[in-house]
């Protein structure tokens, strides 16, 4: 059964739950827009759920951030098609739901108020674009890549016995 994520904004006016296989934050992202949303580290942690089992309290407070993406990969100017949704009221991040990938939404571990297992290894991502004040820790056992890893949290997950059946 998968693991039930119950999540929060700092003033309680929204609240969350999702079923997650994937509930282990292990995965650090260093890009910019993760950052400066959601990391004061340096960094952000994604978790992997169903969207289909995501159920809101206070839809009205949520608004919605689809960053403009211009660096190296993306020359051009583009608008993400992620969808990155926040509390009106008191800014909180709360999760990223792209429409790219339907059957997915990605809660952010800073929102999750339920226990959370610690991981057995991290992975260290996009650290082309990390800040430069930031120092990685990264554990012997730790991945580290200048963008994406080709492993899927999904797959991440089956590698290390930690999926939730």
Same mark, same amino acid.
């Given at each position: 059964?998968?693991?039930?994520?119950?999540?929060?904004?700092?003033?309680?006016?929204?609240?969350?739950?999702?079923?997650?296989?994937?509930?282990?934050?292990?995965?650090?992202?260093?890009?910019?827009?993760?950052?400066?949303?959601?990391?004061?580290?340096?960094?952000?942690?994604?978790?992997?759920?169903?969207?289909?089992? =995501?159920?809101?309290?206070?839809?009205?407070? *949520?608004?919605?951030?689809? %960053?403009?993406?211009? $660096?190296? !990969?993306? @020359?051009?100017?583009?608008?993400?098609?992620?969808?990155?949704?926040?509390?009106?009221?008191?800014?909180?991040?709360?999760? =990223?739901?792209?429409?790219?990938?339907?059957? *997915?939404?990605?809660?952010? %571990?800073?929102?999750? $108020?339920? !226990?959370? @297992?610690?991981?057995?290894?991290?992975?260290?991502?996009?650290?082309?674009?990390?800040?430069?004040?930031?120092?990685?820790?990264?554990?012997?056992?730790?991945?580290?890549?200048?963008?994406?890893?080709?492993?899927?949290?999904? $797959?991440?997950?089956?590698?290390?016995?930690?999926?939730?059946?």
């Amino acid at each position: 059964m998968p693991l039930l994520l119950k999540g929060s904004c700092r003033c309680d006016a929204v609240h969350f739950e999702v079923k997650s296989h994937t509930p282990v934050p292990f995965m650090l992202c260093y890009c910019s827009i993760c950052r400066k949303q959601q990391g004061g580290g340096g960094f952000a942690i994604n978790l992997g759920a169903d969207y289909k089992t =995501l159920k809101i309290k206070g839809k009205r407070s *949520l608004g919605v951030y689809q %960053a403009e993406i211009e $660096d190296d !990969e993306h @020359p051009r100017c583009e608008i993400s098609s992620g969808e990155r949704n926040f509390c009106k009221k008191c800014g909180s991040a709360l999760w =990223l739901y792209d429409p790219t990938w339907p059957d *997915l939404v990605h809660p952010f %571990a800073s929102a999750i $108020d339920s !226990e959370l @297992p610690k991981p057995p290894e991290k992975v260290h991502l996009m650290l082309k674009y990390k800040a430069s004040w930031v120092e990685p820790d990264i554990g012997r056992k730790d991945k580290v890549f200048d963008v994406y890893p080709e492993e899927s949290i999904a $797959d991440w997950h089956k590698r290390t016995g930690m999926w939730v059946k």
